[in-house]
């Protein structure tokens, strides 16, 4: 077989295997480019996901088969606000931001927001990062993000490829006039989700770093691990009931150092 005659058949053989790999999308799903394409993502579970085997699982593979990054989540919520004020501020990460919203309702309104998405690795928060950070136009932005890909979500990644995804965010941050909030990640001696990874080692690493790196760029650095973990690298049991996301006992420690955090994030230049 002719050099020529053996790349054409690596490349067909390669479209075939990314042609099967691409997830199914639904019969009643816009393909393409749509003027709505959030109008048939279920950003809620449907009647027939709750009567799978698998509710959950089966929700997530339609949500994320039409929208990665999910930015339908808050799509209809960020349409809704009234317009940005000097002191917006966003909260911007994945579910350990969620759960404040549920646990900590008072503290987020039109000026404070809440927009984590549970699950979410650092990939997905760039992809959303416009839609639901800069387009609110925020004073400040709040960034908590790195657990779920240590966690490997998404697959393997490696601590550069993380850092990388911080930092991309931070630098469109201040490139819109954003002041910057790094938070460090919290503690974890295990996921339950993930029980084969030791994130001990890993987290400590990137904490290094986030300080580290908020140093340099001058922003402000939040450090939620100090005040939550056991000694050990694991939660304090009485902060969080699985040992990964903090409960109401842990909001409230982590509260007063981020209403610190905005307030010296705002009275930087």
Request: charged share 15%.
């Amino acid at each position: 077989m002719r050099h020529s005659d053996i790349t054409t058949a690596a490349l067909v053989c390669a479209l075939a295997l990314a042609s099967a790999a691409t997830p199914a999308i639904a019969d009643d799903a816009d393909v393409g480019v749509s003027d709505q394409p959030c109008r048939n993502v279920p950003v809620q579970p449907t009647a027939a996901h709750q009567a799978s085997a698998d509710p959950y699982q089966s929700w997530m593979h339609d949500w994320l088969s039409r929208d990665w990054g999910q930015l339908c989540r808050y799509q209809q919520a960020n349409a809704a606000l009234p317009p940005a004020t000097r002191t917006r501020a966003v909260f911007f990460g994945d579910s350990l931001t969620d759960n404040w919203q549920n646990l900590q309702p008072d503290f987020f309104g039109p000026q404070q927001l809440d927009r984590g998405i549970s699950g979410q690795t650092t990939a997905q928060m760039l992809v959303r990062f416009r839609a639901d950070v800069l387009d609110l136009h925020p004073a400040v932005v709040h960034i908590l993000a790195g657990t779920n890909d240590i966690a490997g979500n998404n697959g393997p990644t490696s601590l550069a490829i993380i850092q990388g995804n911080i930092t991309s965010m931070a630098e469109q941050a201040r490139a819109h006039g954003a002041r910057v909030i790094i938070a460090s990640i919290l503690p974890a001696a295990r996921f339950g989700w993930r029980p084969q990874v030791d994130p001990v080692a890993a987290i400590a690493a990137m904490n290094a770093w986030l300080r580290a790196y908020a140093a340099r760029e001058h922003f402000v650095y939040v450090d939620y691990f100090a005040v939550l973990e056991d000694g050990h690298g694991a939660f304090k049991p009485s902060l969080a009931d699985d040992g990964v996301h903090p409960n109401v006992a842990g909001y409230a420690v982590m509260r007063p150092l981020a209403e610190a955090a905005v307030r010296q994030a705002l009275a930087q230049r």
